[in-house]
């Protein structure tokens, strides 16, 4: 998984394994959990639906890449900023928020 903020020298790369958890991503039982709920569907993740965002405009990019449950993921989206990002994505992407 990769976070790519407005400047890609800022971007954050993590590996994640689920059953077990796992990987280097610092909230990595949320991150599957979250993942887990979604059936493997980023665009389905929980999210943290309440969370009130500015509209401030700092677009952040984030993928991933790799297999759940046997299928091929291949998953990238740009967010206005990094809260629409949390409140899309949860802490799949973010973690520090767990």
């Known amino acids: 998984m990769t976070v790519t903020p407005q400047n890609p020298s800022a971007a954050t790369a993590y590996s994640l394994t689920c059953n077990p958890d796992g990987g280097d991503h610092p909230a990595a ?36 890449t790799g297999r759940w449950m046997g299928q091929e993921v291949n998953y990238q989206e740009t967010f206005p900023n990094t809260c629409e990002l949390i409140r899309e994505t949860g802490s799949v992407f973010v973690p520090e928020i767990r």
């Open 29 to 64: 039982d949320a991150a599957c959990a979250e993942i887990e709920a979604a059936r493997g569907d980023f665009t389905a993740l929980p999210g943290e639906p309440g969370m009130l965002c500015t509209y401030l405009y700092d677009p952040v990019t984030v993928s991933a």
